[in-house]
């Protein structure tokens, strides 16, 4: 697995402290961009939260998440949350480092009292003291919230800093883009009252050294979801169950649950979103199709990373994006002057370099700044990379709609059927179509979008359009 490493540098650890009749939560920011540009150690907030005990319990879940490999329990995790502040709301992420969990922690404008928040996005730092001390809070006593140095801390930092370096494997990159484009597909299929969330969460296994492999299944029963053994009309996918163990951090706070997925009777696993509505906020864990099945391996980016159009659109779109809550690609195509379909195409790519993410609850998407870039991506994608050289080897033959493809001593077929590329290949036959397209169908839509062998041949050796 490739990896890079990402040092996070802190003025201190961050703190949950007792201050007169409430508490402080002090969470420390990294570097991180904000509207002004890049900042060492940007503030996003400060005031008190409305619901303190849903809060700690909601961010401890998140960085669970974080610390946490589902497929492999034996190695750990290491990478803190990202926080982004979209003017009305903090957003706590993270990925397990198995990357078949994605998890955020929407705190919204009710949530923070009311308050607004500042713009942006960074690392947080969650220690295990930290994690200890949240642990601990009971009650509903007064707590105040500070994301990022207090002001006097600020003419002081070059005191000493709390320094850590994390891998950044790049699945993680490519996961954090598959999620977004797999949860932008997804409509509400059932929503629970809190008694019957909580019963039903109770119920469901907890890890016991390693998340099941089994693919299972629920359907909506009057207020309730039921068990079932196949995917019937309705059913919902639920593969590891045990990996929703984080939910049980919220469950005394819990007002609903509410799940998300693809539409239509499902033929194969699928992924599945799986919301705790709070007071003033919600927790959200989306699943992988499969315990052993990160989301870095579904392919539903490589349409997009493949033309050089939307290349170009996204550059155009990043510079109307402005840290929106909700971004509207209705809005983006009238401002832009580009059909809504390549707008769409175009967020997907920002997606790829981490700058825009997406909301089931909103069903839209929201800016935020991850430091990762798109081409960094297309790099480490290795169906595109393949995809790029066998264009670059002029290995593609296309006659109408289908086309024969030279890969090593075996030539394959590629026909456009339904709207969809099929190929002869074993990845085809395999997935059929579930995790994307092979690089032989990459590489035919490459070619039949008007792709030359030698713009092919520049991507493959500089990492892409930039």
């Known amino acids: 697995m490739t990896r890079s490493m990402q040092a996070l540098a802190y003025t201190r650890p961050s703190v949950l402290s007792s201050a007169g009749d409430g508490g402080l939560l002090g969470l420390e920011t990294s570097g991180g961009l904000t509207p002004a540009g890049a900042e060492a150690h940007p503030t996003f907030f400060s005031g008190f939260l409305a619901s303190p005990g849903a809060a700690a319990r909601g961010l401890l879940a998140v960085a669970d998440v974080a610390g946490a490999r589902y497929f492999d329990p034996n190695r750990r995790a290491l990478l803190d949350p990202v926080v982004t502040g979209n003017g009305d709301r903090l957003r706590f992420e993270s990925f397990s480092g198995c990357c078949g969990v994605y998890a955020r922690l929407d705190v919204l404008r009710e949530g923070l009292g009311g308050a607004d928040t500042g713009h942006g996005t960074t690392n947080v730092d969650v220690n295990n003291p930290l994690r200890e001390a949240l642990s601990r809070l009971t009650g509903q006593s007064p707590l105040h919230l500070r994301v990022g140095p207090q002001e006097m801390a600020v003419t002081t930092l070059d005191g000493p800093v709390v320094e850590k370096k994390v891998p950044l494997p790049e699945r993680w990159l490519r996961g954090f883009a598959e999620a977004q484009v797999a949860t932008a597909g997804f409509d509400l299929r059932a929503e629970l009252p809190a008694g019957e969330a909580v019963r039903f969460l109770r119920s469901l296994p ?16 009057g207020r309730t979801l039921r068990p079932t053994t196949r995917p019937a009309a309705g059913a919902i996918c639920l593969p590891g169950p045990e990996r929703l163990t984080a939910l049980q951090r919220v469950l005394r706070h819990a007002t609903a649950l509410r799940v998300y997925g693809p539409a239509g009777v499902p033929g194969a696993a699928t992924a599945a979103a799986w919301e705790v509505a709070l007071p003033g906020m919600r927790l959200t864990l989306t699943l992988s199709p499969g315990t052993a099945r990160g989301f870095s391996g579904e392919g539903g980016v490589l349409e997009a990373l493949a033309t050089d159009e939307a290349v170009r659109d996204a550059e155009l779109i990043s510079v109307l994006l402005a840290w929106e809550p909700r971004i509207d690609p209705a809005e983006l195509a009238e401002r832009s002057g580009l059909p809504a379909e390549r707008v769409r195409a175009a967020l997907v790519r920002l997606g790829t370099a981490g700058r825009v993410g997406y909301d089931v609850a909103d069903a839209a998407y929201f800016h935020r700044e991850l430091p990762y870039d798109a081409d960094r991506a297309e790099r480490h994608n290795p169906r595109l990379v393949s995809a790029r050289a066998l264009v670059a080897a002029g290995a593609v033959t296309v006659s109408g709609e289908s086309a024969s493809v030279v890969s090593g001593e ?22 059929q179509g579930r995790r994307g397209p092979c690089k032989h169908a990459l590489a035919f839509r490459m070619v039949r979008r008007g792709a030359t062998a030698g713009a092919a041949a520049g991507s493959a050796h500089t990492g892409g359009v930039r």
């Not at 890890?207 to 909506?220: D, F, L």
């Not at 077929?413 to 290949?425: F, K």
Request: charged fraction near 25%; proline fraction near 3%; aromatic fraction near 10%.
């Open 206 to 221: 907890r890890s016991t050294g390693g998340a099941s492999r089994e693919v299972r299944w629920v359907v909506p029963a």
């Open 410 to 431: 075996r030539t394959y077929r590629v026909r456009e059927a339904g709207g969809m590329l099929r190929c002869t290949c074993a990845w085809w036959a395999d997935h």
